[in-house]
């Protein structure tokens, strides 16, 4: 087989091909696999005869400012002069119809008031598994998971926010392909398997955040995760000045984590190399470059086009023909290949009640760990948005002005905050409400809409 059939049967894709015979070259020398899969091409994960899990969290460096003809070939050799290499991913760019397609279709309006969401497409390879009992550690979740699935390739598992010797009743299973997570998804369905005799709860992780590399070569905010309840934000400053006094601009903590802005970039990067994994207030922190939020997503495209069921009737929009006020009903969403999964949209949030019976077992739960389809306000909905996009909770300032025949009218302003990167904007609705509940439930529901 020649170079040309080599480098396709592994998905390498368009490259030069004097590049496919050196990257051939270097896969016989080595004996690593290197294979091209949505986006990036992995070299390695695990390497010729490793035995034993991945390495921990912490052995993973980022390369930025790769120039665009350089491959595994020239990379390899220079970073194995620094130690022996578990795997190495090169990020790929796009092709320039893909990019052109999310550029113009993104939020194109394919039929009157529908619009479609386009985005890149990845393969999803880490699974959510919550109810999992608090006490149980990583080794025990990741020996557990390797009994009934195959293809586990790690275990992410967080600390208790308030008792840092407890996990926080869910975990994340990463996989070696999107393959044996969609298999091992089938295999965990709640009542077929119930490790340490609780039932769990299973489902798609929500994928990691991508942002392109050149605005992440821009960032000078650090996300710092895993802190004690407790530390306060002048701590943490002083902690983080102590390689360097006076780099820190500013810190902005909310609960267990924060997010720590610098003057400088250079700064930043270097006391995330520095301050990774040491120990604020008895916590053994996580420092990461901060991912910036993206504004220009919609909160419609973020939520596959579901408004709220039990608000809908309380944002009007004008009907384009005639004028008239229409209120905004449920947008159908297209069942589209989206990051390694079928996203058929949520259902509408089920209100029956239900019979609570003497013995039944209750578990601890964060409303972060639940699906969309278990709220049925707009309220909640900004809520869980603000905390999956690391913006701080929303703010309500509730104004009210009296109508002509004597009747308080109420309206709230809300004020969103991103902490990553500065933005900060106001929302207010151009409707007033007679009741407090009613207004507060617009205004989240306008936020949504416009964020």
Known sequence: MNAENKAAANGWGKIQSGAKTALLALVEKTGYTMVQQNGQRKFGGPPPGWEGPPPPRGCEVFVGKIPRDMYEDELVPVFERAGKIYELRLMLEFSEEAQLAIRILNNYEIRPGKFIGVCV?????????????????????LNEMKKVTEGVVDVIVYPNATDKTKNRGFAFVEYESHRAAAMARRQLIPGTFQPWGHTIQVDWADPEKVVDEETMQRVKVLYVRNLMMSTTEDRIKAEFNKFKPGVVERVKKLRDYAFVHFFRREDAVAAMSVMNGKCIDGASIEVTLA?????????KQHFNG???????NLLGFPNKEDGTQKSLGKAASASVLLNGQHSPGSPEAERSTYPFFPGI????????????????SA????????????????????????????????VYRVLISSIADDFQSYFMPEQLCTTIEDAKELAAQFTLLRL
């Open 121 to 141: 497409s990845l393969d999803n390879c880490r699974l959510f598994i919550g109810a999992i009992p608090k006490d149980k550690k990583k080794e025990e979740i």
């Open 291 to 299: 991912k910036p939020v993206n504004k220009e997503s919609s909160w």
């Open 306 to 312: 579901q408004i709220s069921p039990s608000s809908e």
């Open 361 to 376: 077992k209750l578990t601890p739960t964060s409303m972060y760990s639940l699906k969309l389809s278990h709220f049925s």
């Open 379 to 410: 309220v909640m909905h900004l809520d869980y948005f603000c905390h999956k996009n690391n913006c701080a909770p929303p703010e309500y300032c509730l104004y009210s002005t009296t109508s002509q025949d004597g009747k308080i009218l109420l």
